[in-house]
């Protein structure tokens, strides 16, 4: 980089000041047009700058030595403004993706709420915490989940919880289609959920409803059972006559897997 710019600089000729707008030859920022070179058309530190020739005082001035001092000063100045404007991006980066972050799991979440899918909502939940940690720093898990339930009823206009019992089967529901699937699938209720993210215990009424569910959903599994053996008579009359043994069997084994993989809180 040459050094004595300086010199060239009486009698109103250029002026190299990085901060545009305050020395002779003014360009913007970055946003300069290349089409409009050559020299004194616009768009570049040459433009409206005087021909070095005639400078008072100086003799033997060479243009081709001072236009490439300009041309480094203007590759300078570009690569300036790019790395400036890539700081201001990360910045803006740095301030503003974690809460975007924290928009995107909150959406993330509600969205397995409105569809009732239960067993992942702990896993969705769980991200929205880590990306509301992100934004915020270190802080305690309860101060973290409590600005986590904040944040989710300004993003959403509703409380986590109301969103959760509104969305959720009752559990008497839940029972059922918990051992309709022999514990495989609907594992967690919505007040597991509302348990396990607040903090608080299962209400005891949700609890012998939970229950009540599976015993009917055992007694469904086990009369669909009895009523298929039963009709399987012709076929297979030894069948047949084991048809209650059957019945009671398959709703003990749907009953047995529904409580072993359920939620030890219901």
Aim: charged fraction near 20%; include cysteine.
């Amino acid at each position: 980089m040459v050094d004595n710019v300086g010199a060239i600089q009486p009698n109103g000729m250029f002026q190299y000041m990085p901060a545009s707008g305050l020395g002779y030859c003014d360009f913007d920022s970055i946003d300069m047009d290349y089409s409009m070179y050559p020299i004194g058309m616009g768009g570049s530190i040459f433009s409206g700058c005087g021909m070095p020739y005639m400078i008072p005082g100086m003799t033997g001035t060479n243009p081709s030595s001072y236009f490439e001092q300009m041309k480094q000063y203007q590759k300078f100045y570009n690569e300036y403004n790019i790395e400036q404007q890539r700081m201001q991006r990360n910045a803006d980066l740095q301030l503003n993706g974690s809460m975007e972050s924290i928009e995107e799991c909150a959406q993330n979440l509600k969205d397995k709420i409105a569809h009732n899918e239960q067993d992942q909502i702990n896993e969705a939940y769980q991200k929205y915490i880590e990306a509301v940690r992100r934004a915020y720093g270190d802080g305690n898990d309860e101060d973290i989940n409590s600005r986590a339930m904040s944040m989710y009823r300004r993003l959403t206009g509703q409380s986590l919880v109301q969103d959760l019992r509104n969305n959720g089967h009752s559990s008497f529901l839940q029972g059922i289609y918990q051992t309709l699937t022999f514990g495989l699938f609907s594992q967690k209720s919505a007040e597991d959920n509302i348990a396990e993210i607040t903090g608080q215990t299962v209400h005891q009424g949700e609890k012998i409803e939970q229950n009540a569910g599976r015993l009917a959903g055992a007694g469904i599994l086990g009369t669909a059972a009895y009523a298929l053996a039963k009709h399987c008579s012709s076929i297979a009359p030894k069948l047949a006559k084991k048809a209650p043994l059957i019945g009671w069997a398959v709703a003990g084994l749907a009953a047995g897997l529904t409580f072993i993989t359920g939620k030890i809180t219901t």
